[in-house]
């Protein structure tokens, strides 16, 4: 399983909440649960989204990272019974003391159980969580299959393209305009925060 050393600086891996998980903590209790190698970076990918939105809101990092570390760590464990997902990562997150903000926000990144995203944090998880796949996708069709080698025109344009990466939910990334972004500014700064961690997602 990929090592929390490295993506983010020593002073960034504090408490998330003075009564809850530093950060390598609960990566190390994702690591724990999520078993298959891809879904752990996809889980690092939208930590980095969510960390990168907390900066240019304003927000608490800690706090949205988590909520991006959190979004999946029960997708193995549900992966039979996906009426439970996110259901379950809430239950989760919630036994680590992590406050409801943040639970909410987990729970309803699902599209499966139609709960409202009524906060910052949950609208940012949703749109987030669909964005990093189409990432990621665009990245390994490109010549040199890295991040490094894509830009904001090159995931706008694949995002144009229906039969591309059919499982980004190209509505919930457009959703970001909930959050006062256009969809290509939403891009940029995702992929900003993908390529940030480049090296841990293995792009």
């Known amino acids: 399983m990929l090592a929390s050393e490295g993506l983010f600086s020593n002073q960034d891996v504090k408490q998330v909440r003075d009564d809850t998980l530093t950060r390598d903590e609960l990566v190390a209790e994702v690591s724990k649960r999520v078993t298959t190698k891809n879904l752990f970076k996809h889980i690092l990918a939208v930590e980095a989204v969510m960390r990168r939105l907390a900066r240019h809101f304003g927000e608490d990092e800690e706090r949205w990272g988590a909520a991006g570390l959190l979004h999946d760590i029960d997708y193995d464990e549900t992966r039979d019974n996906p009426h439970l997902h996110s259901i379950k990562s809430a239950e989760i997150a919630a036994g680590l003391g992590f406050d409801e903000e943040i639970v909410d926000a987990v729970k309803a990144h699902s599209d499966i159980h139609g709960l409202p995203r009524d906060t910052r944090m949950a609208k940012a998880l949703y749109s987030a969580d669909s964005l990093t796949g189409l990432i990621v996708a665009s990245a390994l069709i490109s010549p040199g299959k890295r991040l490094a080698g894509i830009d904001t025109e090159f995931v706008m344009n694949r995002m144009g393209e229906k039969a591309f990466a059919r499982g980004a939910n190209r509505d ?32």
């Open 172 to 203: 919930a990334i457009r959703s970001c305009s909930e959050l006062g972004f256009e969809v290509e500014e939403f891009v940029s700064l995702a992929l900003e925060a993908m390529q940030g961690i480049s090296k841990e997602l293995g792009l």
